[in-house]
T-cell receptor, first 117, second 113 residues
Framework: DTGVSQDPRHKITKRGQNVTFRCDPISEHNRLYWYRQTLGQGPEFLTY????????KSRLLSDRFSAERPKGSFSTLEIQRTEQGDSAMYLC???????????????FGEGSRLTVL | SQKIEQNSEALNIQEGKTATLTCNYT??????LQWYRQDPGRGPVFLLLIRENEKEKRKERLKVTFDTTLKQSLFHITASQPADSATYLCALDLTGGGNKLTFGTGTQLKVEL
C-alpha cells in the first residue's frame, strides 16, 4: 500500500491555460475526495466520488472545474481557463465505504500545488 | 452563520509541557469530530476521531475531549516534543458517514527545547 498518490506535485501555469491533476487513491478505497487549501486556511471540500459516481459538488466548484473518476479508480481534476485566484494546494483523499474498514478518517495525498501567474 | 474557530495565533510551548489546542464551532451539529496534523507542504494526517456520544478519547500522548453543549473540542498533547511542531486541524463530520469534512483554519504549534 503506497498511500494516496497525486501528480504533479507542483504546477506553474499562465492565466488562461488549462491544468489537470491526477489522483490515485488507496486501492481498496471506494470513496475519493478533492479539497482545495489556500495559505493559512484549512482544506475546503470541492467534490467526492463513490466508485465512479460523483455524489456531491461544492458551490466552490465553478463551471471551469471538472472532476472525473471514469473507472472508479484514479480521478482527475481539470481547471479550465485558470485564474490567479485558483492558486492553491489541491488535495486528494480517499476512504473506504462504511463498514468494518471505515474508521471515518480520510487518507490524504501530498497535494498538487498550483501557481497561476 | 456557521463557523469553526481554532486559535489563529501560533502556540509556543516548552518541550515536556502539555499543549492544549481549542476548536470551537457554531451552528453545526457534528456527528463526529476529527483532528489532523499537517506539516508544511504536506497533506493532513489523521490523528483521532471522537463521536458525539463520547466525551474523551486517548491515543498514546494525545487526548481529545468533545463537549457538544459548549460546542467545543480540546486537543491535548502531553510530554510535548519538538517533533510535535506542526499545524493541527480540527474537522467536523456532519453526517457521521465520512462523506465530507468541514475543516477549521488550524493552529500552528511550536515546541521549543
Amino acid at each position: 500500500d503506497t498511500g494516496v498518490s497525486q501528480d504533479p506535485r507542483h504546477k506553474i501555469t499562465k492565466r488562461g491555460q488549462n491544468v489537470t491533476f491526477r489522483c490515485d487513491p488507496i486501492s481498496e478505497h471506494n470513496r475519493l475526495y478533492w479539497y482545495r487549501q489556500t495559505l493559512g486556511q484549512g482544506p475546503e471540500f470541492l467534490t467526492y466520488f463513490q466508485n465512479e459516481a460523483q455524489l456531491e459538488k461544492s458551490r466552490l466548484l465553478s463551471d471551469r472545474f471538472s472532476a472525473e473518476r471514469p473507472k472508479g479508480s484514479f480521478s482527475t481534476l481539470e481547471i479550465q481557463r485558470t485564474e490567479q485566484g485558483d492558486s492553491a494546494m489541491y488535495l486528494c483523499a480517499s476512504s473506504p465505504l462504511s463498514g468494518a474498514l471505515n474508521t471515518g478518517e480520510l487518507f490524504f495525498g501530498e497535494g498538487s500545488r498550483l501557481t497561476v501567474l | 452563520s456557521q463557523k469553526i474557530e481554532q486559535n489563529s495565533e501560533a502556540l509556543n510551548i516548552q518541550e515536556g509541557k502539555t499543549a492544549t489546542l481549542t476548536c470551537n464551532y457554531t451552528n453545526y451539529s457534528p456527528a463526529y469530530l476529527q483532528w489532523y496534523r499537517q506539516d508544511p507542504g504536506r497533506g493532513p494526517v489523521f490523528l483521532l476521531l471522537i463521536r458525539e456520544n463520547e466525551k474523551e478519547k486517548r491515543k498514546e500522548r494525545l487526548k481529545v475531549t468533545f463537549d457538544t453543549t459548549l460546542k467545543q473540542s480540546l486537543f491535548h498533547i502531553t510530554a510535548s516534543q519538538p517533533a510535535d511542531s506542526a499545524t493541527y486541524l480540527c474537522a467536523l463530520d456532519l453526517t457521521g458517514g465520512g462523506n465530507k469534512l468541514t475543516f477549521g483554519t488550524g493552529t500552528q504549534l511550536k515546541v521549543e527545547l
